[in-house]
RNA sequence: CGGGGCGUAGCGUAGUGGCUAGCGCGCCUGCUUUGGGAGCAGGAGAUCGGGAGUUCGAAUCUCCCCGCCCCGACCA
C-alpha cells in the first residue's frame, strides 16, 4: 500500500514556469518525474509506477505473439555502427565518449546492428526462422531542440523489437503480427490513435506505418480520409492528381506588366486589377533551391507547386537522397543570371540547363500564372507540355484540409498526432552489412530480411498524458494508473482507522490502492487526489457518521454514497469495470 | 543553425535609480482548525545560472559561456 504520508512525492500548487504542453505541466506538478538535464529526466515513484504499466503491456502483447525479450547494453562499441555506415550518418545525434584506452563508444540510439549481429551469431539454419526479439532499453540521442518534457527527451525509454524471416511473406507475416499487437497495445492503454502511412526515408525498406496519438501538441501532421480509411503522415501523403489535358486546346500564353508583386499575394492582388479572374490557386511558383550531393557538388534546381501551397522541403529531400537541399542564396543569384529573382518562370529553365521538377498537381495541359523572367512581368497561360515540360516529379506542395483523397477523392481532414509507434519493413539493409545467411533448405545460403518496430514507452505516457488529463489534473486509464483506488481519509472525526481498514480489505481483494493518510485539510486532500489522476477516489470522512463513504470517478466526476459496508465491493466493480 | 524572450530560495515571482534581496506557496516549531489548496505566532532556507571585466561598491552595467521557452529554417 503507497501511503502519502511516507510516498516520496511533492506536488506542486503552481505550473513550472518552463512548461509548455500540458503532459509536461502535469508530469511535474503532480510529481512523477523531475528534470536533471535537458531533455533528461527523472523518474520518481508515482511515475515510475506508471512507466512500468506502459512496459507491462507492451510485454504482454509482444510475448503473445511469440517475441522474446532480450536485453542488450545501452553502452555500445563503434565497430557495428562503422560497419552500417551510421556512426557517420548519425551526425551529432549520437552520444559519443571513449574508454580509458581511447576507444570509441556510443549510447546506443538504436539496436538494429546488435540484433543483426546476435542472431547472424546463434542463428544458421532457416529451421530457426522465424524469430523475433525484442527489448525495453534507454535510449540516447542527442536532440538539436529537446522540448515538451518527456515528450522529445535526449534519454527516453523503448521498446524495439526486429523480425527475422526468410522471405517477403514471412516478413509480411510478423510484420501483420506485430501491427496486430501494437494496435491492441494502444488499446489498452486508452489512447485515441491512428495508423498512417510512413515515408521509409533513406533507410530504404518497404511498407512502413506510424502508430500517432492524436493531439494537439503532435509534433507529426497526417491527414486522414473523412470517407475511407486512408490515413498518412503529410510526408508520405500522396496526391490525387488532376487529368491531363491538351496543351493545344489552351489558350495562347501572353505577357504581363506586373511590377512590384514579389509576392503571390501581390501578384493575384494586381491582376485582379487588371481583370484577370485568379487566385493564388492559379498561380506556379517556382521556388529555387541548391542541391548538394555527397561528393560536395552544388546544382541548382526549381521545384513549381501551385502558389497557394508551401513547399515541402523534407519531401524534397526525400526525393533527391542521397543530395541535400540548401537554400538559394542571394550571391548564387549572380551566378545564374537567368533566374530573375522574384519573376521566375520555367519557360527557361531548359535551356538554362537547370533541373526543374514539379508537383504532381502540374499536370500536362495546366494553364498558370507564373513568372515571365524579366522583372516586373508574369506570364498568362503557361501551359506544361506545350510552354514548359519538367523533369521530374515531387510531392513538394503540401497537403491541405479539403484536398481530395487519392484513394477515394473525398476531402481530406488534417491532424496532429505523437509518433508513438512505428511499423517498418527493413528487408535486408543490415542483412546484407552483416551478411546474415542461413542455410535453406536446399543447402545454399538464404539472405534474411528483417523488420524493425518500436514503441516510446517513455513517450507514450506523456502521450496519455496529453490525451487525459482536465483543468483539475491527470486522468489516468486503468490500465496504467499508479494506483486502481486513491482512499482520502478527510475531515474531522479522525477517520483514518477506518480509512485504513478499508483500504487493507480492498488490498485483499486484489487491488492497489493509495492511501492519503496525511491528515491535511480536506481541500488539499481533494486537490491533490485530482491532480494525481488516479481513476477512483474513495472518499472517507464525514459521512462515516452516517455510516457511509463517497465513490468518486475521476473521469466523469460523477461521486455517489454507499454504505460503508458496500463500498469495498463497489470499489471493486468499478476497478473490474 | 538563425532570431526573439527569459534565468533571483524546492516552486511561482518582485526588485534593473549602484550600497542590509522582498513577497506568495511549500518546508520546520507551537497553538487553534478539519468536506474544497485553513488561521495566528515564531523560524530555516539564495554562491541573484556560471565565469571574466568596469567600479570605492554589481542581482542591476559590459563581454563570453551555460541553460530554459517560443518562432524560423524556402516566399519565388
Not at 27 to 52: D, E, F, Q, T
Not at 150 to 157: K, Q, T, V
Not at 540 to 568: C, F, H, M, W, Y
Request: proline share 7%.
Amino acid at each position: 500500500m503507497l501511503r502519502m504520508s511516507t510516498l516520496f512525492l511533492r506536488t506542486l500548487r503552481e505550473d513550472p514556469a518552463d512548461a509548455e504542453v500540458p503532459s509536461h505541466k502535469l508530469l511535474v506538478r503532480a510529481g512523477y518525474v523531475r528534470r536533471v538535464a535537458p531533455g533528461i529526466y527523472s523518474w520518481l515513484p508515482l511515475g515510475l509506477k506508471v512507466l512500468n504499466h506502459v512496459a507491462s503491456v507492451i510485454r504482454e502483447e509482444m510475448d503473445a505473439i511469440g517475441a522474446q525479450e532480450v536485453q542488450f547494453p545501452a553502452l555500445l562499441p563503434r565497430e557495428p555502427y562503422e560497419a552500417t555506415n551510421r556512426w557517420t550518418e548519425y551526425g551529432d545525434g549520437l552520444f559519443r565518449l571513449k574508454d580509458r584506452k581511447g576507444n570509441d563508444y556510443l549510447l546506443g540510439p538504436t539496436h538494429e546492428e546488435l540484433f543483426t549481429l546476435l542472431v547472424k551469431s546463434e542463428y544458421s539454419s532457416y529451421k530457426d526462422l522465424p524469430v523475433s526479439l525484442y527489448q525495453v532499453q534507454t535510449k540516447y540521442r542527442d536532440e538539436a531542440r529537446p522540448r515538451a518534457g518527456i515528450l522529445r527527451g535526449r534519454e527516453f525509454l523503448m521498446k524495439d523489437s526486429y523480425s527475422f524471416d526468410l522471405d517477403d511473406e514471412g516478413l509480411q507475416r510478423s510484420y501483420d503480427a506485430h501491427r496486430g499487437a501494437y494496435t491492441r497495445i494502444f488499446e489498452r492503454l486508452g489512447m485515441d490513435y491512428r495508423i498512417v502511412s510512413a515515408v521509409s526515408g533513406a533507410m530504404g525498406g518497404s511498407a512502413s506505418e506510424e502508430f500517432l496519438a492524436v493531439a494537439p501538441t503532435g509534433e507529426d501532421t497526417f491527414v486522414s480520409c473523412t470517407a475511407c480509411d486512408y490515413a498518412a503522415n503529410v510526408e508520405a501523403a500522396s496526391v490525387r492528381a488532376p487529368e491531363p489535358t491538351d496543351p493545344a486546346a489552351a489558350p495562347p500564353q501572353e505577357v504581363v506588366d506586373t511590377p512590384d508583386t514579389p509576392t503571390i499575394e501581390t501578384l493575384v492582388a494586381v491582376m485582379r486589377d487588371k481583370g484577370y479572374d485568379i487566385g493564388p490557386e492559379h498561380t506556379l511558383k517556382n521556388v529555387v533551391l541548391m542541391l548538394r550531393q555527397p561528393t560536395g557538388e552544388r546544382s541548382p534546381l526549381v521545384v513549381g507547386v501551385p502558389g497557394d501551397r508551401e513547399v515541402d522541403l523534407k519531401a524534397v529531400e526525400a526525393n533527391v537522397y542521397p543530395a541535400e537541399v540548401e537554400p538559394f542564396e542571394g550571391g548564387d543569384f549572380a551566378k545564374y543570371a537567368g533566374l530573375v529573382r522574384g519573376y521566375i518562370g520555367p519557360q527557361v529553365l531548359k535551356n538554362l540547363g537547370i533541373r526543374f521538377l514539379v508537383d504532381p498537381r502540374i499536370t500536362t495541359g495546366s494553364a498558370w500564372v507564373t513568372g515571365a523572367n524579366e522583372p516586373g512581368k508574369h506570364a498568362v497561360n503557361v501551359v506544361m507540355g506545350r510552354d514548359f515540360e519538367p523533369d521530374g516529379v515531387v510531392p513538394a506542395a503540401e497537403v491541405k484540409a479539403g484536398d481530395a483523397c487519392p484513394r477515394c477523392g473525398s476531402p481530406l481532414d488534417i491532424g496532429r498526432g505523437i509518433e508513438i509507434g512505428h511499423v517498418f519493413q527493413l528487408g535486408r539493409k543490415f542483412a546484407d552489412v552483416f551478411s546474415l545467411d542461413v542455410l535453406g533448405p536446399q543447402g545454399k545460403p538464404v539472405r534474411v530480411t528483417m523488420g524493425s518496430y518500436g514503441i516510446g514507452v517513455s513517450r507514450a505516457v506523456a502521450a496519455i498524458a496529453e490525451q487525459s488529463h482536465d483543468e483539475k489534473g491527470l486522468v489516468w486509464p486503468r490500465s496504467v494508473a499508479p494506483a486502481d483506488v486513491h482512499v482520502a481519509a478527510v475531515g474531522k472525526g479522525d477517520p483514518l482507522p477506518e480509512a485504513e481498514r478499508l483500504a487493507a480489505e480492498l488490498e485483499k481483494q486484489g487491488l492497489t490502492v493509495l492511501l492519503d493518510d496525511r491528515g491535511t485539510s480536506p481541500g488539499v486532500a481533494f486537490k491533490d487526489a485530482e491532480l494525481l489522476g488516479i481513476p477512483t477516489i474513495l472518499v472517507v470522512g464525514k459521512g462515516l457518521a452516517n455510516g457511509e463513504v463517497e465513490i468518486r470517478d475521476r473521469r466523469s466526476g460523477e461521486a455517489r454514497t454507499v454504505p460503508v459496508g458496500e463500498a469495498v465491493a463497489a470499489v471493486v466493480a468499478d476497478v473490474r469495470g
